[in-house]
């Protein structure tokens, strides 16, 4: 009985995961065939999101492709490649251009964004201070474990590995393994390959 009950519930997740691609897919500027966007928790301006073939971003996931701040406009898209797998919770952010290559993979609660804030007028809040971007590139088979956080202006190198929990604030080069806050380079896989 129990048994039954679990494969009752995986096949309701199924059906829910395929329902919720099928809707975004009318808004999103690119959605290619085999790609799943599960029930996100905020999408904006979808049609400047492109999803590759067979990219899955899981439930959760907060989609920002930013036009305007305040009186600020901005042109903001985030294009993800194929069969790169995205998991939940996690946060892309674009006021500029975000490119994420194919087969990266990305743990739960990774946060990638393009911009921050200005803070220089001292009579202003922050928050209604213009946006610095700087566009982000995650090149193919990059790995990004759980909690990484990437900054603007960073290009993560095909085949890198980033640690858990680390914050990357500078470019790390391909078959790099970075880990820390802010992200070193500790190792170089290309070494490790013959």
């Known amino acids: 009985m129990k048994r039954r009950l679990f494969q009752l519930f995986n096949r309701s997740y199924g059906f829910q995961a395929r329902f919720w691609s099928l809707f975004y897919r ?14 996100v928790s905020l999408l904006t301006n979808p049609e400047r999101i492109f999803l590759g073939e067979r990219t899955a971003v ?13 009186q600020y406009a901005y042109e903001g898209s985030i294009h993800i490649g194929n069969g790169t797998s995205i998991q939940p919770y996690a946060h892309l952010a674009a006021a500029a251009k975000m490119v994420i290559g194919d087969h990266v993979l990305m743990g739960s609660h990774v946060f990638i964004t393009d911009h921050d804030h200005d803070f220089t007028d001292l009579h202003m809040p922050i928050g209604e201070q213009k946006l610095n971007v700087s566009p982000v590139h995650i090149e193919d088979f990059a790995w990004l474990g759980e909690n990484v956080v990437v900054l603007k202006g960073v290009t993560i190198g095909h085949h890198a590995v980033i640690g858990a929990n680390s914050v990357v604030t500078r470019s790390i080069p391909a078959y790099g393994i970075a880990a820390g806050a802010p992200a070193k380079v500790i190792r170089i896989r290309s070494q490790e390959a013959h």
């Open 26 to 39: 009318i808004f999103l500027g690119r959605s290619g065939p085999g790609a799943r966007l599960e029930r």
């Open 58 to 70: 899981g439930h959760g996931a907060r989609l920002e492709a930013f036009t305007h701040h305040r």
